[in-house]
């Protein structure tokens, strides 16, 4: 399951220790990848796809998987930081066997891999939010790809299915010919280029990077074009958050990011819609992402609403009542925000104060031992005579079993947790990108 992906500029005078200074001439691009590293870094998956024109080729999409990647950035004068990060090299040839009957895949296998600039610079960003977590690399290079067959690697992505959670990097430069400063000297195919991409990842739309011909392609001096739309096709259907461009040397860099669970999205659209068409309407924008992949299972689901950190409406099922996940959290966002009885109806000037998640869950199981129990992994439904009582997992302030317990039994109005019937659940928390 995909859990988020970025495309990201890679020149290495945007990492301080080497820019010393000159990364001020860059500085919506160094922002947005600062930006990018403290809203991603901190949801970081158990794995990444990094996509560098960079890397190792070998035709195709080449992928080079090693036990372990390293590297730093002495080759532009910074010796220091140095990264090390585990790599996956199992999953990674699995990966490349999946594709390989639809796409021209090489790969290639090491112990240990040094990682060229277009997959540190990135990585240097994303992992200085250090939260204690190293995700496993698969590095891979697509310049070998068409660029219609880019973006239809990144559809195909999008439907592999999985426990694990992954993140794709998709690193690349725009044209290197936007200015007549510009280190592969200037060309008008530059700029023309450069605002193809822009529009792509602003509308999430990759129509008019597929008109290119390849003569416009090579024209732009570009290495890019093929992570762009990988990005894209993974993207459809997404929200798509576009951050920056500029060409401060001469070489255009946009960075962009998107959340790949659209549930926090969808949630929210809903009650865009309803404000905007009414009820009727905002029930309907379910439809329009039920055959995501991370829809297609049926499962209960609490939609939770917060204003400024605290709670302003959580709603939800725990078991499901709808066709479909997009359903399902389409009716709880709706509930969540009217029918909280501990909370007024949410009104529209609120939404952008609010943030949102969404709990997706496990089918609830009988509990014979609170020993079984953890107030950070597991849910809890107290039940006794009718009367049921619900508390989600990991909630700030609930630390013990036994205070877990208490809280659950209370909202239903029982007096003591050990004389009722005690359920578990587990839940996926998707929370919403970018906001606090």
């Known amino acids: 399951m995909w859990s988020w992906e970025c495309f990201t500029p890679h020149p290495p005078v945007l990492v301080p220790q080497v820019g010393r200074g000159r990364e001020e001439e860059a500085r ?201 739309l990988v990005f894209l096709g993974l993207a459809r259907k997404r929200n798509v958050r576009f951050l920056s461009y500029e060409a401060p040397f001469g070489v255009g860099y946009a960075v962009a990011f998107a959340p790949l669970h659209a549930a926090p999205d969808l949630a929210r659209k809903v009650l865009e819609t309803f404000f905007a068409e009414g009820e009727e309407r905002a029930r309907e924008e379910a439809a329009h992402l039920s055959d995501l992949p991370e829809m297609a299972e049926r499962a209960g689901c609490f939609v939770s609403l917060k204003k400024k950190g605290d709670l302003r409406g959580c709603i939800g099922t725990i078991l499901p009542r709808k066709a479909g996940l997009a359903e399902e959290i389409a009716e709880n966002s709706l509930s969540a925000a009217f029918e909280d009885p501990r909370f007024p109806p949410v009104e529209q000037r609120e939404l952008e104060d609010i943030s949102i998640s969404v709990d997706i869950l496990s089918i609830p199981e009988a509990v014979p031992d609170t020993a079984l129990l953890d107030p950070k992994k597991f849910g809890v439904i107290v039940e006794k005579g009718g009367a049921r009582g619900v508390l989600l997992p990991d909630l700030d302030g609930v630390d013990t079993v036994e205070t877990q317990l208490s809280i659950a039994a209370r909202k239903a109005g029982i007096a003591d947790w050990r004389t009722a019937a005690v359920r578990k659940f587990s839940v996926r928390r998707i929370r919403e990108m970018g906001r606090p």
Request: glycine fraction near 12%; charged fraction near 20%.
């Open 28 to 228: 919506q691009s160094a922002g947005a990848m600062k930006k990018l590293g403290r809203i991603l870094g901190g949801e970081m998956p158990s794995l990444l796809l990094i996509l560098s024109p960079h890397a190792p080729f070998a035709g195709g999409i080449t992928f080079s998987v090693a036990e372990s990647y390293g590297g730093d950035f002495s080759m532009f004068g910074a010796p220091t930081p140095q990264f090390t990060f585990p790599g996956d090299p199992d999953r990674g040839l699995r990966l490349a066997a999946e594709l390989s009957p639809r796409f021209p895949a090489v790969v290639s296998r090491k112990k240990k891999l040094l990682l060229d600039h277009g997959a540190l610079v990135p990585l240097s960003f994303l992992s200085a939010e250090d939260r204690g977590r190293q995700p496993g690399i698969i590095l891979a290079n697509p310049i070998g790809l068409s660029p219609s067959g880019a973006f239809e690697l990144g559809t195909f992505l999008a439907s592999l299915a999985g426990e694990d959670q992954w993140g794709l990097v998709a690193s690349g430069d725009l044209s290197h010919r936007v200015t007549r400063e510009a280190p592969a000297g200037f060309s008008p195919a530059g700029a023309r280029f450069d605002s193809l991409v822009v529009e792509a990842l602003r509308k999430n739309d990759p129509s008019g990077l597929l008109r290119l011909d390849a003569g416009e392609i090579e024209e732009a001096g570009e290495c890019g074009l093929r992570s762009a």
